[in-house]
């Protein structure tokens, strides 16, 4: 079961950031034909990151912290230090912009250009973050897998 | 020109960006800060959460209330400078302390 909760957590990242993906290229796109599919596709993008946030989160708060002394242990400590550091941090970035997405797309963009232009902006922001998020999470599992490694040719020395 | 819940929780979001790098440092730097956090709900990463959840939303609704307007590129251009500032301040933090 937690390994299930351990891999929700990018998948639905990854589903979140496409669905943020869909939404900036139907606001470039702004008609009163997509109006109702482009605020769908942000109420997709708000769901899909707070299940990311509330799977990733279950994990961090009950979970993470064996990974974490086994990381710091490790040839890649840098990988909790640095990287899950920010990584914890800037997810609240990447909801806070979900939370908000749906705001923007509820307006008729069609015709209202300033939330047309936020609305492809927050969209934009949220795949370079969800795609930074995703590129850091394989940093922290390659962190503990260079030190599971490490631990096992030690292991096989003795 | 933005109005309404657009420009206020734009404004929000900006203000909550910045205010979630500079909790992270404080917290990081004064660790009787980290302690109470992680005390209120169990742990630090959640009161930090509902902290920007919070403040997000308590802003948004203030500004709305107010009639807070802005215009799109104000909204637009704040939120990009927030992200990166806000980004890459919390990766240098780690990196340096």
Same mark, same amino acid.
């Given at each position: 079961?937690?390994?299930?909760?351990?891999?929700?957590?990018?998948?639905?990242?990854?589903?979140?950031?496409?669905?943020?993906?869909?939404?900036?290229?139907?606001?470039?796109?702004?008609?009163?034909?997509?109006?109702?599919?482009?605020?769908?596709?942000?109420?997709?993008?708000?769901?899909?990151?707070?299940?990311?946030?509330?799977?990733?989160?279950?994990?961090?708060?009950?979970?993470?912290?064996?990974?974490?002394?086994?990381?710091?242990?490790?040839?890649?400590?840098?990988?909790?230090?640095?990287?899950?550091?920010?990584?914890?941090?800037?997810?609240?970035?990447?909801?806070?912009?979900?939370?908000?997405?749906?705001?923007?797309?509820?307006?008729?963009?069609?015709?209202?250009?300033?939330?047309?232009?936020?609305?492809?902006?927050?969209?934009?922001?949220?795949?370079?973050?969800?795609?930074?998020?995703?590129?850091?999470?394989?940093?922290?599992?390659?962190?503990?897998?260079?030190?599971?490694?490490?631990?096992?040719?030690?292991?096989?020395?003795? | 020109?933005?109005?309404?819940? &657009? /420009?206020? %929780?734009?404004?929000?979001? *900006?203000?909550?960006?910045?205010?979630?790098?500079?909790?992270?440092?404080?917290?990081? $730097?004064?660790?009787?800060?980290?302690?109470?956090?992680?005390?209120?709900?169990?742990?630090?990463?959640?009161?930090?959460?509902?902290?920007? &959840? /919070?403040? %997000?939303?308590?802003?948004? *609704?203030?500004?709305?209330?107010?009639?807070?307007?802005?215009?799109?590129?104000?909204? $637009?251009?704040?939120?990009?400078?927030?992200?990166?500032?806000?980004?890459?301040?919390?990766?240098?933090?780690?990196?340096?302390?």
């Amino acid at each position: 079961m937690n390994e299930l909760i351990l891999f929700s957590h990018p998948t639905f990242g990854v589903l979140g950031t496409m669905a943020a993906l869909w939404v900036f290229v139907e606001a470039l796109n702004a008609s009163d034909s997509n109006r109702v599919r482009t605020l769908l596709a942000a109420l997709a993008v708000t769901t899909l990151i707070g299940l990311a946030c509330a799977a990733g989160g279950y994990w961090y708060v009950f979970h993470y912290a064996p990974e974490k002394t086994l990381i710091l242990s490790g040839p890649w400590p840098f990988a909790h230090g640095i990287v899950m550091e920010t990584k914890e941090h800037l997810f609240f970035v990447l909801l806070i912009l979900a939370v908000y997405l749906p705001i923007v797309a509820a307006r008729r963009l069609v015709v209202d250009r300033p939330a047309r232009i936020v609305a492809i902006v927050v969209a934009g922001l949220i795949v370079l973050h969800g795609l930074a998020i995703e590129g850091a999470g394989a940093i922290i599992n390659h962190g503990a897998k260079a030190a599971l490694a490490q631990a096992v040719a030690k292991g096989s020395d003795r | 020109m933005l109005e309404g819940a &657009v /420009a206020a %929780f734009g404004a929000s979001a *900006i203000a909550t960006i910045l205010f979630n790098t500079a909790l992270a440092w404080i917290k990081d $730097a004064f660790d009787p800060l980290n302690d109470l956090m992680a005390r209120l709900t169990g742990h630090h990463w959640i009161t930090h959460g509902l902290a920007d &959840v /919070a403040l %997000f939303l308590v802003l948004g *609704i203030i500004l709305t209330r107010q009639g807070y307007r802005a215009s799109g590129s104000s909204i $637009a251009l704040g939120l990009v400078a927030a992200a990166v500032i806000g980004g890459s301040s919390l990766m240098l933090w780690f990196v340096f302390f």
